[in-house]
């Protein structure tokens, strides 16, 4: 579980590049601009400010994503009437980009992120008896990005065939994901995210405009990438707000046992 001491090393490491500097910003949600001497002070400052004696988000998952050669599609804001209402608070929560594939991929690097801050040992979390593990919430992701990824193909390829719904509450009680480690699914996760990628990078932004039938009234493929955006932004804010307060407190080096 990582600890201020690890964050602090990697932050203060002269190996610790504008790259890696920027996406631990991202991952502690600070803001990522600047050259890496502001981008080191700024991680600097927000790491001195919190608790020491409290996990903290790990901000090396890993080597950082390989980002694919060619850029993605500028994806406008979609309007109300381009989606259910139901979907407009995880809309809400995707930022304005002008590559929306990179922004996919720089997400996934802070799922990965938050994942590994909770380990094998603590992926079987939950914040209330009723309320998916972490285990779990990973599975849900990698299900739910598979539906609306292959929503968003019919869409971009022209289908109007009217899409069905899904139960994803039942597809998480038959997943088994308490039995899987929490690599693997992370890993799952990473290649559901790698097709989506590859899906919106590929596609001509005029497609996006296309509509589909479903449920009772229709949604845009721009309204279906927001929404595959929003989805995994929605289940960051609960792993940092209910999920990361569960973790117990780090002990102190040569504290009594």
């Not at 309007?79 to 991929?105: K, R, S, W």
Request: charged share 25%; glycine share 8%.
């Amino acid at each position: 579980m990582p600890g201020m001491d690890e964050a602090i090393r990697y932050a203060n490491d002269p190996a610790t590049g504008e790259a890696e500097l920027r996406r631990a910003c991202e991952i502690l949600e600070l803001p990522a601009d600047g050259d890496a001497a502001t981008l080191r002070a700024r991680l600097r400052a927000h790491l001195a400010s919190l608790d020491a004696a409290r996990p903290v988000v790990c901000l090396n998952p890993g080597p950082l994503a390989r980002r694919a050669a060619g850029a993605g599609p500028r994806l406008p804001r979609p309007a109300a009437d381009e989606h259910a209402p139901v979907f407009a608070d995880e809309i809400a929560l995707v930022p304005d980009a002008p590559d929306f594939a990179a922004l996919l991929e720089a997400q996934l690097d802070v799922t990965r992120a938050l994942a590994t801050t909770f380990g094998e040992a603590h992926a079987g979390l939950r914040y209330a008896p009723d309320r998916w593990s972490v285990r779990e919430s990973l599975g849900h992701l990698a299900d739910c990005e598979r539906v609306l990824s292959y929503r968003l193909l019919r869409v971009l390829r022209g289908d109007a065939t009217p899409l069905p719904g899904f139960d994803h509450v039942a597809y998480v009680a038959s997943g088994g994901f308490e039995r899987r480690s929490l690599a693997t699914l992370v890993h799952e996760f990473a290649a559901v995210r790698a097709a989506t990628v590859a899906l919106v990078r590929s596609a001509a932004p005029a497609d996006f405009a296309r509509r589909v039938p479903v449920g009772s009234g229709s949604i845009t493929g721009t309204a279906l990438a927001y929404v595959i955006a929003g989805h995994e932004r929605q289940h960051q804010r609960l792993m940092r707000e209910r999920y990361l307060p569960c973790l117990p407190a780090r002990e102190e080096p040569g504290a009594a046992r």
